[in-house]
């Protein structure tokens, strides 16, 4: 059983353009432990998609989930499927981001999932991302 399941959500609007994360973290009760709007300047949306993975995990070291059994929920397949090994990334900009996230699973994180759900399972995320755009865009 999974102890904790991150819903993490990200674009941008006219690709590249503004860009936004969002991300609810929730235990294994349903209980929501914390939900965050990042704006994220210019990006890409598979940039904005891998920063809210890791946003998801920045914020479950703050509330000091490291070692537990995470499931991160994503609404974009690519994302889901690189992070998992069974796509290959061939964008040169996502390199880093994909680093970033193999950083977090080898030091804290060792026992994390990906999984790729329908984009009206993750309504709040995607709610997060788009209320950061609409912030950067003011």
């Known amino acids: ?21 969002g991300i609810v973290i929730i235990d294994k009760n349903g209980k929501t432990l ?13 940039w904005a998609e891998y920063e809210a993975v890791v ?12 070692g537990k059994k995470i499931e991160f929920k994503l609404d974009s397949e690519l994302v889901a499927e690189q992070l998992s ?5 061939k964008e040169p900009s996502l390199f880093g981001q994909f680093i970033a996230v193999h950083n977090f699973r080898v030091k804290d ?3 994390v999932t990906f999984t790729h759900i329908p984009r009206e399972k993750n309504k709040k ?9 609409d912030q950067g865009e003011r």
Do not use: C, H, W
């Open 34 to 46: 914390r939900e965050v709007s990042k704006f994220l300047g210019t990006q890409t949306n598979n």
């Open 125 to 133: 995320a995607d709610s997060l991302a788009n209320e950061a755009m």
């Open 85 to 89: 090994g069974r796509y290959q990334i």
């Open 55 to 66: 946003l998801g995990f920045k914020e479950a070291k703050k509330l000091g989930l490291k």
């Open 1 to 21: 059983m999974t102890d904790i399941t991150i819903y993490t959500d990200g674009g941008a609007r006219n690709n590249p353009g503004p860009a936004g994360a």
């Open 109 to 111: 994180f060792p026992r």
